[in-house]
């Protein structure tokens, strides 16, 4: 499902009436173009792509579905800000990128092309559609992108994404030039960008950019299809440099990145004679990131870095300490809040940390187990 409303950004200016004929007009279109969604090469054919960034009418048009606001704006560096106190700190959205976005390199069948191939790189975020308002939030600080819906496996998402070259270019690498990603991420960043500007200068109208542009795809995560492998055999995939741990030094990173990574987990024990509750906080994180990790801990002064045998790829940074959760981890939180749907886990969290501060100085925490049990039941997956 496509939401289509205006900004300021809006095509269609005029008296309510033509507003009105407007909105009518670009509904029917876009019902007619989300038939004809863009064709990626998969293993064995050509095959109709499911749709994840939007129809055929956004791809490339910069055309922006926004949620209806009446904004007012400040200039700043050549940069638009909202007014309205709902504009997210670029750091706090480079920390969630981190966590949750995508860079990647969709490959299309397209006979008007070069090679009959169209080549379009994709800046996206996929969220449970409980978090749609903060895809609308993050869309409304970018100020380019759509925002679609869909279920895939019985469960319902929301994507944000910008396709457009013009608006990647101008808006999507520049964020992340002047905050910059920190886990391994930013080496997609990197070959994103050299997509990016190849496309922007019309090299993949040639022979060899076409080439790099594929080595390039070759390097990220999904790689190349067994179709593009077959068609391009002598394609080998671009060097990719391992991103050095660096100092966090942005509070705003790190929240972005615990509303995309992060998790308040209450443990509650079993006893003949009562019961135990203890709260934890974590990020989990691959182990390439391990060092990333180690500094969190630097910079939040508690905690410890896991790597369990059971998910030896994967590093995990704990908070066990009650301590250290009542004195470092809840303030911190409450200094630089979290903007998702994990906010209320956070606040569900801090309700339950209260009740077993306050319990191990009275000793009636049999009294509140079961009010912890219920504010638990509600939490993470479970909300």
Known sequence: ????????????????????LGAIFTVFL???FTAFQGVEYSVSSFTISDGAYGSCFYFGTGLIPAPTINRRYIKSNNRFY???????HPYWVTGFCDAESSFSIRVAKDEKRFKSLRIAPIFSIELHEKDYNLLLSIQTHFQ???IIKRVRKGRPSAIYSVQSIKALKEVIIPHFNNSPLLTQKREDFRLFCLVVNLIYNKQDKSEQGLNEILSYK??????????????????????????????????????????GEGCFYVKVSG???????????SVAQDIRDKDLLKNLAIYLNCGLIETVRTRPSQS??????????MEKIIPFFNTYSLKGVKALDFADFKKIANIVENTSKTGNMSYRISEIIEIKSNMNRNR
């Open 1 to 20: 499902m496509v939401t289509i409303t205006y900004s300021h950004h809006s095509l269609i200016q005029g008296n309510r009436n033509g507003a009105l």
């Open 30 to 32: 876009a019902m007619i």
């Open 82 to 88: 909202s007014q309205n106190g709902n504009d997210l």
């Open 144 to 146: 380019v992108g759509t």
């Open 218 to 259: 070759a390097s990220l995560k999904k790689g190349l299809s067994g179709t593009l492998k077959h068609l391009f055999p002598h394609i080998m995939p671009a060097a990719r440099n391992t991103v050095a741990a660096v100092e966090i030094f942005d509070p705003f990173w790190i929240a972005g990145f615990v509303d």
């Open 271 to 281: 006893y003949k004679e009562g019961k135990k509750v203890n709260v934890y906080f």
């Open 316 to 325: 995990t940074y704990v908070v066990y300490k009650f301590h250290d959760i």
